[in-house]
Every structure is written in C-alpha cells, then in structure tokens.
C-alpha cells in the first residue's frame, strides 16, 4: 500500500491538547568507541547532559508541533528538577503539575556507540508520582484530545491515568518503554500501542500467555528503525489489515529520542483526527529527523522542520516562539549524589 503524504498538523486555529503522565530525567550521555567488557574500564569519546524523560521528551515533542501540553509527573527539590521544569516551561508546556517529590530528580544514563543505544534509569522523584497525584489532573486528562503514557512511571499511576482517560473519551496513546509492570495494566485500555521491535516481542509474550490483550478495535504500532514502522489495525474475517510505512534516510548522529519524537508526532496527528497510517507517516519522518541531533530533547522536531522540502534534518531557528540554543545553552546543574 502506497501512502502520499499530506501531513496534518496544528495550526493557529487548531491545536490539539495533549496531556502527558510520564518521567522527567536529567540524561547524562557517553559516547564510546564500543561497549565494555566484563571489568573493563573504557575511556568515553566525550560526554554531555541533557534534558529528558520519555514523559517529558513526549511533551516536548508534541508542543514543537503545535500541540496545547499539559505534563504531569514528578521531580526532585534540587537543582536538576528546576533545571527539568525550566525547560519545559521555555516550550509553552502548562507544568502546574509537575510537583517536587521527596527524591533525587530521574536520572538517566545513555551509552552511544556506532551501532546502538543502551539506558539505564534511576526512576527517583519519577516513582514518587502515585494515583492521587494523577487524579488531581484529572480535569486536564479529560479535556485532552490525547492523553500520552509510557513505562517510565509506576503503573498504578498510569493505570489511573489511562481509566480518566477512557471515561472521558480521550484518545490512550501508551508507549511501553521500558516494558514492565505497567504494560499489562494499561494496555488492555489503551487506543494506540506503539514498541519497538524488542517490546514488541515482549507484548506479543504477553498475550500469547493471557496477560493482557489488545483491545478489538486498537491499534498496534511497530517501530522498526531505519526501516520505518508497520502499522496494525486488528484483523477482518481472519486477515492481518495493517501497513508498513518507510522512514526517510538519514545519517544517524543519536538514536536517543527517536521513539519519542515518534511517539509524539503520532499522537498530534491522531488528535487531530488522521488515520493511523498517516499518522505514521509523519512519526516517522520525526523519528529520522531525531537521530540526526545529539540529545533526546534538542532533537525534537517542529513542524515547520518536518514538512518543507529540505527534509527532516533542517534546521529549526526562527521556527518557535521558544529560544531553543537560549534553553539549551542554560547551565547544566550539577548533579547532586545522595
């Protein structure tokens, strides 16, 4: 199935609301030449901090296409919390809800090499978020268009999120990464599932083994990279209905955000009512424009990025009201070891 592109995206007059329950993280990424060995010290190309959290990353990525965001998650009383918030802020991104917990703030570690991305995450503050504090968001949850989840934060929470969302006819988009505890809880509800290849074959032995299921009329979204995604609308008369859509070529700088920039884009899209086959046809043109900037959040795209000719790797000064290098050269804070 060929698909022409005609991306629909916010426009002064139409800006979906999208509400993100999800993680804030500080990301300290290393560059190596390869991964170490068992008890091997390896030297980094280099290093650098960044703002992230697949939550807050989401957020970003839908206010840089037009979206109205509101994000809900927790951060520590410390210097890279403020630092978080700040960030969010400078985007337009509402974060009355965005509350100080008694924790570190989120912290991620990212390896790059040539060939690959690997994460560790500290959840901090991230694990302090609990249902009470999403239900006080609930007004926010049940205007939105889309509410946006990933596995970042503690499923009871997502769970809370994903049951207001539902009963207020706001579309589910979840992203579970990582796959966990929060997969089984929120999926069943979700309207939209978007895995990469490992998560999905995590999901797939999830419900082989009748922990969860996708709901009938839900869509299944696999990312496969470089070869774009495959998009799966449930089944008629025994027959798969689904398509795969092809991701621009690109040369990768850093995969970190991919997902996320993915993730987003297809939840504006769907928000202000595509099909899923052309919401993926613009997540993936915002996946590929994202690995070719270092960082989650700096590799974002906006819209005006992803629909002029020049492709997904322009360059996006002057395209915000935001000053993105202002935001980006804000010192980073140091990052206090309890």
């Known amino acids: 199935m060929t698909i022409e592109f005609h991306p629909q995206l916010p426009t002064d007059s139409v800006a979906p609301r999208i509400a993100v329950v999800g993680s804030l993280n500080a990301d ?21 901090w960044f ?4 939550g807050a990353n ?25 630092w978080l918030r700040a960030g969010l802020e400078a985007e337009g991104i509402d974060c009355r809800h965005v509350a100080p917990a008694p924790d570190t ?11 690959d991305v690997s994460i560790i995450v500290a959840a901090g503050a991230n694990a302090w978020l609990d249902p009470d504090g999403v239900t006080e968001a609930s007004g926010e949850i049940s205007a939105a268009d889309a509410l946006l989840l990933q596995g970042e934060v503690g499923a009871a929470a997502a769970y809370a999120a994903a049951r207001i969302a539902r009963a207020n006819q706001t579309l589910v988009v979840f992203n579970p990464a990582p796959y966990n505890d929060v997969a089984p809880m929120v999926v069943p509800l979700a309207d939209v599932v978007i895995v990469n290849r490992q998560e999905s074959a995590q999901l797939q032995a ?34 798969d209905r689904g398509v795969e859509v092809a991701a621009p070529k690109v040369t990768v700088r850093d995969a970190t955000g991919a997902g996320d920039a993915f993730a987003a884009a ?38 005006a990025q992803l629909t002029r000719p020049s492709g997904p790797a322009a360059s996006r000064r002057g395209e915000r009201d935001v000053d993105s290098e202002a935001v980006a050269r804000q010192a980073v804070p140091r990052y206090e070891v309890p």
Do not use: N, Y
């Not at 703030?105 to 060939?115: E, R």
């Not at 993926?280 to 590799?299: C, H, I, K, W």
């Open 206 to 239: 999830h419900r082989d083994g009748g922990m969860c299921d996708l709901r009938p009329d839900a869509v299944l979204v696999e990312t496969r990279g470089e070869h774009g995604c495959a998009v799966h609308l449930g089944s008629v008369g025994g027959q």
């Open 28 to 48: 300290l990424t290393v560059w190596v030449p390869r991964r170490p060995g068992s008890d091997e010290t390896l030297h980094a190309d280099r290093a650098a």
């Open 105 to 115: 703030t989120g912290l991620a570690v990212i390896t790059v090499d040539d060939t």
């Open 51 to 54: 703002r992230g959290g697949k």
């Open 266 to 303: 297809f939840a504006v899209s769907m928000a202000l009512g595509s099909d899923p086959a052309a919401a993926a046809e613009l997540a993936v043109r915002a996946g590929a424009a994202a690995v070719t900037v270092d960082g989650a959040q700096p590799s974002l795209p906006t819209a």
């Open 58 to 82: 989401q957020a970003v990525g839908a206010a840089r296409l037009g979206a109205q965001v509101v994000m809900i998650g927790r951060v520590g009383d410390d210097e890279q919390g403020r």
